[in-house]
């Protein structure tokens, strides 16, 4: 369990995607509200990659939320179109993962019923979803 795809991965992965570690990635004050900012990963995925990042901060300018959209595939990670969310721990359940997801549905096509999910992302898309009614387009 402790090979390639076991548990050791698992708990890498959980360290790569925690709150500190992707907050590390962004300026850690900057202007209350949501902003943008276009992260470059072209070192690890080609010349021109990039992702757009929605970073929310409180009225101190402390960061406490990101969404990632991805406009293009980035294999094996994300497919074109694509979110992630993160809230800082100690500031879930407040609206700023809903504030974030709203913000980037009204600037990208955001499909919501092709994400992937983590269960406590299904559980959020879910109560968003019987909140606020979205249906895809084709659905419409």
């Given at each position: 369990?402790?090979?390639?795809?076991?548990?050791?991965?698992?708990?890498?992965?959980?360290?790569?995607?925690?709150?500190?570690?992707?907050?590390?990635?962004?300026?850690?004050?900057?202007?209350?509200?949501?902003?943008?900012?276009?992260?470059?990963?072209?070192?690890?995925?080609?010349?021109g990659a990039y992702v757009d990042c929605l970073l929310m901060r409180d009225v101190d300018g402390v960061l406490v939320g990101i969404l990632n959209h991805y406009p293009q595939d980035l294999p094996?990670?994300?497919?074109?179109?694509?979110?992630?969310?993160?809230?800082?721990?100690?500031?879930?359940?407040?609206?700023?993962?809903?504030?974030?997801?709203?913000?980037?549905?009204?600037?990208?096509?955001?499909?919501?019923?092709?994400?992937?999910?983590?269960?406590?992302?299904?559980?959020?898309?879910?109560?968003?979803?019987?909140?606020?009614?979205?249906?895809?387009?084709?659905?419409?």
């Amino acid at each position: 369990m402790t090979g390639e795809g076991g548990l050791a991965r698992m708990i890498r992965e959980m360290v790569v995607f925690s709150w500190p570690s992707q907050a590390a990635q962004y300026p850690q004050s900057g202007p209350p509200g949501i902003s943008y900012f276009r992260g470059d990963v072209s070192e690890s995925f080609g010349s021109g990659a990039y992702v757009d990042c929605l970073l929310m901060r409180d009225v101190d300018g402390v960061l406490v939320g990101i969404l990632n959209h991805y406009p293009q595939d980035l294999p094996p990670h994300e497919r074109a179109g694509a979110v992630s969310i993160r809230v800082r721990p100690d500031r879930q359940r407040r609206g700023i993962g809903t504030h974030l997801l709203k913000e980037a549905m009204t600037r990208w096509r955001v499909q919501i019923y092709r994400q992937r999910f983590t269960p406590s992302g299904a559980a959020f898309a879910e109560a968003l979803l019987r909140r606020e009614v979205v249906l895809p387009e084709d659905l419409q």
